[in-house]
Each structure stands twice: as structure tokens, then as C-alpha cells.
């Protein structure tokens, strides 16, 4: 393996002692133009990185943000998309740290893996989809999307319950009474908002409630495919089904496709989060978008403020979700057609 360059291999190759090397990279008087010049071409040549813990060290500012998130997701992905847009132009940089394992296993990951960063890496972070949101971390902390939804922390998710009712009203205008649920992860105030939502449209419409066409999917595909069939495989099955996020409604079309059923003629489908697999479904499938990338980028600027001393204008931000219709959603058709 190639040695990893340090602070003396620039000095020797520019040719200074280390001591300039280190002003150079500090942005400290002392040095002249001209050898900073030649100082910061050699850090160039030859691809030296000073390391992010020795300049901590120095400093009590890092200039870094910590996105920590359970897992690197399609939900967690996009996310990042809008953290990188937020810290353009800010002299901050993102550490992304996944604690690799699905968030319903891992309680309380975000408490342990923040106290071996904030001490060293991290101005603040923001904890994406947090198990705890009461702790006190010792350093800013803004909780996307939390598990138990609001508390003192800053947070910033979306709305979740108008979303829900906006998939539940577009399949009831499509003439369908049969609507099954399948639900996100019980730990998770979202899902269970989702859920609410999907009640609450049915209320509204007259519709009564059959427990047996609500089932927990848990947001991930392999969690939802079980309980899809189960839905499917009722004597009187349902006309639609709404999964409370896009992976679990993409799985659910191949289910239903693997049952011999066609979407949209056979079975509607309609998803939650708008996450780019399902631009790429087939058929595409329609879903309730909320602004994950928005989410990002809000979460980073109030952190920022935070890091920075500032008051954020608001602690708790709630962005609103709007359908996307696409290709999975059809008119009811009665058993006979």
C-alpha cells in the first residue's frame, strides 16, 4: 500500500521547513507570496490532505458538518443531495457517517456514534431518522424526520398526514373503496401519521374501515412483500394499495405482477416520498413527493446558525408534500370487467 503523505513530504519537496508548510495551510502571517505560492503548488502535485482531526486540534472550529444517518438509503441519499447544496459557498465541508444497519435494530446508534465524532470531527451534525431525541448531545444537533416526532430538538420533516390523505383521496377519486395500507415501521411517528392520514380520507368519504386491509410494510422492500401478499391473497382483495414509502410500493408491484394481477388494470399502486426509483419503476409509479432534498438543505442552514451562535428562525420546520401522478394508478374496474 502507498504510505500516506505528510506535512514533511510538502516541506521537503518545496523545499521550506515544516513550520511554513503549516502557515500555508492555516492561512497564517509570516509566509511570502511567493513561497505560499510554490508551497500550496506542491500540496497540488502531490495530493496532500491535512488531516481533519490534527486541524481540530488547533482549533475549536472544524469547519465540518456530521450527516449521520442509519443507513445509506434512497431516503438518506437524497437527503445528502440537499446537505451538499447547502454547504456551497459556506466554508463548511460534510462528514457522512452510516452506522450500517437497518434504524429499527440500531436504538440509540445516533447517541453513540455522535460522542465519538463531536469530541474531534464535527461542529454539529444532523441525525437523520433519530432513535433519541431527548439526550442531551454536547454539541448542535438538528433530527430530520426524529421517531417520535417533535420534542425540544430542532427538526425538520414534512407533512405527513396531508400527504397520506392526498394518496387515500387520489384513489377514492379513482372510484376505489377497496384501498389496502401498508404501513411504515410502528417505532415511527411518520408512519403513524401516514397511517392517520390514510384513515382520516376514508372517514371523510364514507368509507368504513376493514382492519384486514391494513398491514405493516416497514419500509423496506423485503419486510413489505409478506404482508403484500397477504393483502392480495384475501377473498375479497383490495382494488389499490397505498405503501407508506416508495420502496415498499415498488415491491408490491412485483408482487402483484409475480400474482399474475396487471398495474394499473388490475391493482393501483401509489407510493409516499418521490425518491428517484420510482420515476424508474415499471409501471412508473405514481406517489406523495416531500422535498427530501429541501429537507437536507433546511437541516444544514439551521445548523449552521446554530454552530455559528446565531438564532435559526425557525426550530421546527414542516415542508409540504404534493402527489405525483404517473402510471401505477388507474379507474376502479368491477370484478366482472
Not at 423496506?220 to 420502496?247: G, K, M, Y
Request: proline share 5%.
Amino acid at each position: 500500500m502507498q504510505r500516506r503523505l505528510t506535512i514533511s513530504d510538502v516541506a521537503r519537496q518545496a523545499g521550506v521547513s515544516v513550520a511554513t508548510v503549516s502557515k500555508v495551510i492555516n492561512e497564517r502571517y509570516g509566509v511570502s507570496a511567493e513561497t505560499a505560492s510554490r508551497v500550496q503548488a506542491v500540496i497540488a502535485e502531490l495530493g496532500y490532505e491535512s488531516s481533519l482531526v490534527a486541524r481540530s486540534l488547533r482549533s475549536h472550529q472544524k469547519n465540518v458538518i456530521g450527516i449521520l444517518v442509519a443507513d445509506f438509503e434512497p431516503f438518506s441519499t437524497e437527503l445528502l443531495k440537499g446537505a451538499a447544496h447547502a454547504i456551497r459557498g459556506s466554508g463548511y465541508e460534510i462528514v457522512a457517517y452510516s452506522a450500517s444497519g437497518a434504524a429499527e435494530e440500531l436504538v440509540g446508534w445516533e447517541r453513540r456514534y455522535l460522542s465519538r465524532l463531536s469530541g474531534t470531527l464535527i461542529d454539529g451534525a444532523v441525525l437523520v431518522t433519530p432513535t433519541v431525541v431527548d439526550a442531551r448531545y454536547g454539541t448542535p444537533v438538528v433530527a430530520v424526520d426524529p421517531h417520535t416526532g417533535r420534542s425540544g430538538m430542532p427538526t425538520v420533516d414534512s407533512d405527513n398526514l396531508k400527504g397520506a390523505m392526498l394518496a387515500t383521496e387520489h384513489l377514492l377519486g379513482l372510484g376505489h373503496r377497496r384501498i389496502g395500507f401498508l404501513g411504515g415501521r410502528l417505532d415511527l411517528e411518520s408512519a403513524r401519521l401516514r397511517e392517520e392520514g390514510y384513515r382520516n380520507a376514508l372517514v371523510a368519504a364514507g368509507v368504513e374501515i376493514d382492519p384486514q386491509l391494513i398491514r405493516v410494510g416497514g419500509y423496506r422492500p423485503e419486510s413489505a412483500e409478506q404482508p403484500a401478499r397477504e393483502l392480495l391473497a384475501l377473498d375479497d382483495p383490495p382494488t389499490a394499495i397505498f405503501a407508506a414509502n416508495d420502496l415498499s410500493a415498488i415491491r408490491t408491484m412485483q408482487v402483484a405482477q409475480d400474482l399474475g394481477l396487471r398495474v394499473p388494470e388490475d391493482l393501483s399502486v401509489i407510493g409516499f416520498d418521490n425518491v428517484p426509483e420510482s420515476a424508474l419503476a415499471v409501471p412508473q409509479l405514481t406517489t406523495v413527493a416531500q422535498p427530501i432534498q429541501e429537507m437536507g438543505y433546511q437541516a444544514v442552514r439551521m445548523l449552521i446558525d446554530l454552530v455559528e451562535g446565531r438564532s435559526p428562525g425557525q426550530t421546527h420546520v414542516s415542508l409540504p408534500t404534493e402527489l405525483v401522478e404517473r402510471q401505477s394508478c388507474a379507474p376502479v374496474r368491477t370484478r366482472e370487467s
